[in-house]
């Protein structure tokens, strides 16, 4: 029979490598790329929202820049 380690020495020691750095298993992988991924969608909500309203607002400034232009001109 295999001596039996204290559950203490088999839950507290953390799993590292030669230096040092945290081992991740399987699972805290894929639950770190979950959250990662989730983070990504989250972003690219933000993107898609911001993005056009920018470009709108470029849109409207440039053409209030060309009316105030031709205001000009035409005074």
Excluded: H, W
């Excluded at 799993?15 to 983070?39: H, P, R, S």
């Excluded at 929202?49 to 053409?63: D, G, K, M, N, Q």
């Amino acid at each position: 029979m295999s001596p039996m380690l204290p559950k203490t020495a088999q839950t507290d020691v953390p799993k590292t490598d030669k230096n040092g750095e945290k081992m991740y298993t399987a699972t805290e992988v894929q639950k770190l790329g979950e959250l990662y991924a989730a983070q990504v969608q989250r972003r690219l909500q933000i993107v898609k929202i911001v993005i056009p309203r920018a470009e709108s607002l470029r849109r409207t400034l440039c053409y209030a820049e060309l009316k105030a232009t031709f205001a000009i001109f035409a005074s």
